[in-house]
């Protein structure tokens, strides 16, 4: 089904033009074949089919620049792409865009461990960047459950979250500088390595987050961490969110700065992945209504015996109803596997309608059981499916279709659920899209959600860096 309208339409592309674009980056580099194009014009779980008539794969920051120089000479709409693994259509051409794929510039160009910072290409898988640091015995700490696809650039475009933000921040706040080609070609190099720079506006900040409507970011100086000595990982079974949260208090008093992540797993979420991933066990023995799947970091080597005491104390207050703590890597491995398949596990369900909200900590069991009640009132025998970062306040709670439905007619009820829990979300004074962005998917919803001056901003800030509109059209606004 298709969940999106079209916006834009692309002018169309002469051969000639075609040509001129295929001897920036060389023939082997200018994909035309449909089939060869396929796999940029659609993402994994389905919900977005674009179509494009040429694909570019630069392989340098010049190679992008003359890209963008000549689109903006033609009026040629262009889509940056990285992994391709966005969960809101703003890596897809929607429209016939054409999809500059930036997967080959994969250097590691610098990695400086006397001041902590290390700059990668935009291709540079996450994984990647995050094992570089680790041989130089730093952590690069962005972790999410795409990282064996996703890049530095689309996690900087997207303002990527992940696991943990809890304790260093989102992409944002792990990037000093960019190097970003804009829309008529010209390079903005902003690869600082400083700390304090206070020479006039952030320019930075307003390409990260941007979704690509604004440049290409094609290299980023990122931010290094001291690696944890210590990483104890507990899987934990409990009643409610309530209880989570009255944890979650616990822990951030006793394990202080060192709580690196505090995930929330509802009964339905950790069952389908169970059920259809591959390898996933249940850690515990019995079932639990909700789960948290909770990690120190320390760089001592008192991670264990805090863990221990959060979760000792926990059983006492009658928060925690039982709880495993990782023995050795392969478990804290198996772990984390049952949480990173659950948004694949959901599709074998048939339809589900996602939703990534944020709301204040304090909110999210509110949020949650207003939200059941509100759906399964919508549409009866629907089954809510939450999950995520309980410690930012961010959940990703998906509706399954009712089983036995027809999937078709309950995602064209897609925009009718998203509204009803939009408006829970905006009540507790939430946000519509916590970390996967705005893309297609939520540009309509948008202007009646957002401040109507900061939208005004955007509005002007993209006129004046792409005044053509052919950076990424049709996204975000
Ligand atoms: P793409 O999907 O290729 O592109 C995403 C957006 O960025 C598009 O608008 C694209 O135009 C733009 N873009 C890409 N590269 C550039 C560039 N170099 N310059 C300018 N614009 C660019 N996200 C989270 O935040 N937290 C999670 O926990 C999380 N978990 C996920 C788990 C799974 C299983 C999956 C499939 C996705 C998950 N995501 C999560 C979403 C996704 O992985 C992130 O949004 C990621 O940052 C996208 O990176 P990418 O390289 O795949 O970008």
Redesign the pocket.
Known sequence: MNIVQSKTSQSSLSPELIAKFRNIVGDKYAMTDPADIAPYTT???DLFHGHSPLVLRPGSTAEVAAICKLASEHRIAL??????????G??TPHNGEVVIS?RRMDKIRDVDTASNTMTCE??VI?QVAQQRAAEVDRLFPLS???EG???????????????TALAYG??REMALGLE?VLADGRVLNGLSKLKKDNTGYDLRNL?IG????L????AATLKLFPKPRAIETAYVGLKSPADALKLLSLSQNEAAGTLTSFELLSEISVDFSIRHGIDVRDPLESKHRWYVLMELSSPRDDARATLEAILAKGLEDGIVDDAVIAANLSQRQAFWKLR?EM??AQKPEGGSIKHDISVPVAAVPDFIAEADAAVIKQIPGSRPVSFG?LGDGNIHYNVSQPIGGNTADFMNRWHEVNKVVFDIVLRLGGSISA???I?VLKRDELPDVKDKTAIALMRAFKAMLDPLGIM?PG?VL
């Open positions: 993402e994994e779980r889509v940056p792409q990285g992994g391709n693994t966005g969960l809101v703003g890596q930036m935009a291709g996450l999410l459950g795409a696809s996703c890049t530095i650039g689309g996690n900087l475009s997207t303002n990527a979250g992940g696991t989102v992409a970003v390409f941007a979704e690509g409507t440049g290409i970011i094609t990173d948004s694949a970062h970390e996967h962005g893309g990424n996204k």
